[in-house]
């Protein structure tokens, strides 16, 4: 599976912006989807996934509430809505994916796609 993450860019504290993740290849058949992120100088760490059907969704809670993690198996697109975005949600996104959904320890990654979140 190759994922390609795009949709990144400069938005101002309390903006929105829209993630977009792209397989080729196997595509995302039977996986679930993740993304994480990495400040500069920080750990990556896990945002949110949604199983292959969707029926499930996991959240980190400093994005709770704010991200919505959707998918569209037919288009083999997954996405992240960020809204109410602030400082600390600048970034490096990162797409992932794997066979179960989980929190962790995905299989396949994509580039990432920068978010920079001015004051």
């Known amino acids: 599976v190759q994922l390609q993450a795009s949709g990144g860019g400069l938005v101002q504290a309390g903006g929105s912006l829209r993630l977009s993740c792209a397989a080729s290849g196997r595509a995302f058949s039977g996986y679930a989807v993740a993304w994480f992120r990495q400040a500069p100088g920080k750990e990556r760490e896990f945002v949110a996934a949604?199983?292959?059907?969707?029926?499930?969704?996991y959240y980190a809670d400093s994005v709770k509430g704010r991200f919505t993690i959707s998918r569209d198996n037919a288009k083999n697109l997954a996405y992240l809505e960020m809204n109410s975005l602030g400082p600390e949600d600048t970034a490096d996104y990162y797409c992932?994916?794997?066979?179960?959904?989980?929190?962790?320890?995905?299989?396949?990654w994509g580039q990432g796609t920068v978010v920079t979140v001015s004051s």
């Open positions: 949604i199983s292959w059907g969707g029926g499930t969704t």
């Open positions: 992932a994916t794997r066979l179960g959904i989980s929190r962790t320890k995905y299989d396949y």
